[in-house]
């Protein structure tokens, strides 16, 4: 992405493409729609960006807070609690509806799925091994643990299970009550 615009401008242009997305939903969104809400031009968002599923994945990536890596409490337990009180309730039931609403975009929208994967999901994926490597190395899990593979299924089940069986977002109370209960657990933890 070209250096051009400053972190405040660019951090207003996510804000917009996010607040969009809620409004209108992926398919609706369209780069003419961002550059009248951004008073910003086509063209430019384009050079930035190169296309809208670009842009809305750099936008949500930069919405998250810190990356998984940065966690290292010294145990498991804690990283997991960490992770889960990085976003408060209503931060996090507005990003949980946001994605529920691109799952369902991105099944037919290949360069959605490519662009979220790439920006979105496989640093998540990359931070997670390195604290569940970490937690090996600590002996906390053991390394052949068959629930290791499963862990991003887990939280990944926890958010969606947790709309579909209780018609509730998930929430902060929620994800720690399924961690002690459900993946630490199964991690022998």
């Given at each position: 992405?070209a250096?051009r615009l400053?972190?405040?401008?660019?951090?207003?242009?996510?804000?917009?493409?996010l607040?969009?997305?809620?409004?209108?939903?992926?398919?609706a969104?369209?780069?003419?729609?961002v550059a009248?809400?951004?008073?910003?031009?086509?063209?430019?968002?384009?050079?930035?960006?190169?296309s809208?599923?670009?842009?809305?994945?750099?936008?949500?990536?930069?919405?998250?807070?810190g990356?998984?890596?940065?966690?290292?409490?010294?145990?498991?337990?804690?990283d997991?609690?960490?992770?889960?009180?990085?976003?408060?309730?209503?931060?996090?039931?507005?990003n949980?509806?946001?994605?529920?609403?691109?799952?369902?975009?991105?099944?037919?929208?290949?360069?959605?799925?490519?662009?979220?994967?790439?920006?979105?999901?496989?640093?998540?994926?990359?931070?997670?091994?390195r604290?569940?490597?970490?937690a090996?190395?600590?002996?906390?899990?053991s390394?052949?643990?068959?629930?290791?593979?499963?862990?991003?299924?887990?939280?990944?089940?926890?958010?969606?299970?947790?709309?579909?069986?209780?018609d509730r977002?998930a929430?902060?109370?929620?994800?720690?009550?399924?961690?002690?209960?459900?993946?630490?657990?199964?991690?022998?933890?």
């Amino acid at each position: 992405m070209a250096g051009r615009l400053t972190p405040e401008r660019e951090t207003e242009l996510y804000a917009a493409v996010l607040d969009l997305l809620r409004e209108v939903g992926y398919d609706a969104l369209t780069m003419d729609a961002v550059a009248a809400r951004t008073k910003s031009s086509k063209a430019t968002l384009y050079r930035q960006w190169g296309s809208k599923p670009e842009l809305v994945a750099r936008a949500l990536r930069h919405n998250k807070p810190g990356g998984i890596d940065e966690i290292d409490t010294g145990s498991l337990r804690s990283d997991f609690h960490a992770m889960t009180s990085r976003e408060d309730d209503c931060e996090m039931e507005k990003n949980s509806a946001l994605m529920r609403g691109l799952m369902r975009a991105v099944h037919d929208n290949p360069d959605l799925h490519q662009a979220l994967r790439e920006l979105l999901i496989e640093p998540e994926m990359t931070g997670l091994d390195r604290m569940l490597r970490r937690a090996v190395e600590r002996g906390e899990v053991s390394a052949d643990n068959p629930a290791l593979h499963f862990v991003p299924h887990m939280l990944v089940g926890a958010f969606v299970a947790r709309q579909l069986i209780d018609d509730r977002p998930a929430d902060r109370a929620f994800l720690a009550r399924y961690l002690d209960a459900v993946v630490l657990p199964a991690l022998g933890v």
